[in-house]
């Protein structure tokens, strides 16, 4: 299958996947239905903000004009994908690369996010029969040339014990932050919840942390995130809500909350379900907070002025590659 045949699948794809196609519609409220934490919007939104893009003509054709890609499939290089499933089809990025590279490739999908994946597989099987052979699903990934697994840092050990021997990328635990200057508007405080709380806070692009000046002023913000209350009628997530809270209210910890989410000062980047860390800066520490956390290897995006928009950390583009590593270079040199 030469190159133009696969872009011009992927770009059907697209298509589809903002279709009103019945099957499509089942799929996606079965993805809902099978994992809690899939809310049937955030699948939507999940698969809405790949078909646009990922999966436009134009934005496909830019991306892999920076690439030298074989014309022709890679017959003799396979790769073994291992997928993650904190979010609706976070792994289909590595599907992507791999497919425009032209390479057979081996999927291990997550128990959490298998349904998603495997039907626009079969789609792209029913578009173009030869799509059989570049693209295959299995439990155990074996013999493969390459392997991209994404996990978390327990799991990551193990990938590297099985895995790095051969080519490969392994991602572990990453997340990440906002840098607020507290004159911000009323508008951007609303994106900055939606990078905050959109997928139940549960990507790794999601903002775990803020850093605030001194004397910040945290109501606007508080009042911002109310717009997630509905999150308190969703009984995993008002189970960790109810959790953390009790944390911070039987360790005397200071707090401070809008009754669906948890604000606490604490230096970690990372923050569990239903809370959100804080940290001060004053305008001496403020470039060499910021240099900490461009260098920090668990820090995926910055969102602020001068960094990522308010709103748009949830929205990658093509070449917004996890941890910093180029998968489709990676790909394309093997």
Known sequence: MDLETRLNL??????????????????????????????????????????????????????????????????NISVGIVMAGNIPLVGFH???????????????????????IKHLVEYLISSNTQVSEMVSFADNLKGCTAYIATGSNNSSRYFEQYFGKYPHIIRKNRTSVAILTGKETTTELANLADDIQLYFGLGCRNVTKILVPNNYDFLPLLTALKAYDAYFEHHKYKHNYDYQLALHMMGQKKYMTNGSI?????????????QLNYEY?????????????????????????????????????????PDGVDTLYFLTSL
């Open 10 to 75: 992927l770009e059907k794809l697209g298509g589809y996947m903002q279709s009103t196609d019945e099957n499509w519609q089942e799929i996606k409220e079965k993805a809902a239905y099978e994992n809690p934490w899939f809310s049937l919007e955030f699948v939507e939104k999940a698969t809405n903000n790949i078909a646009s893009g990922f999966l436009l003509g134009h934005k496909l054709r830019d991306w892999v004009s920076q690439y030298t890609i074989s014309n022709e499939t890679e017959k």
């Open 94 to 116: 590595d599907f992507l690369c791999c497919f425009v590279a032209g390479h057979q490739q081996v999927i291990k999908t997550s128990s959490r996010d298998s349904v998603l």
């Open 281 to 321: 800066y004053d305008e001496e520490n403020k470039v060499s907070i910021i240099n900490q956390l461009k260098a920090d290897e668990s820090v995926q995006a910055i969102v602020g002025t001068g960094f990522i928009n308010f709103g748009e950390a949830q929205k990658p583009t093509l070449t917004d590659y």
């Open 262 to 274: 948890v604000l606490s000062e604490n230096v970690s980047c990372f923050s569990p379900i239903s």
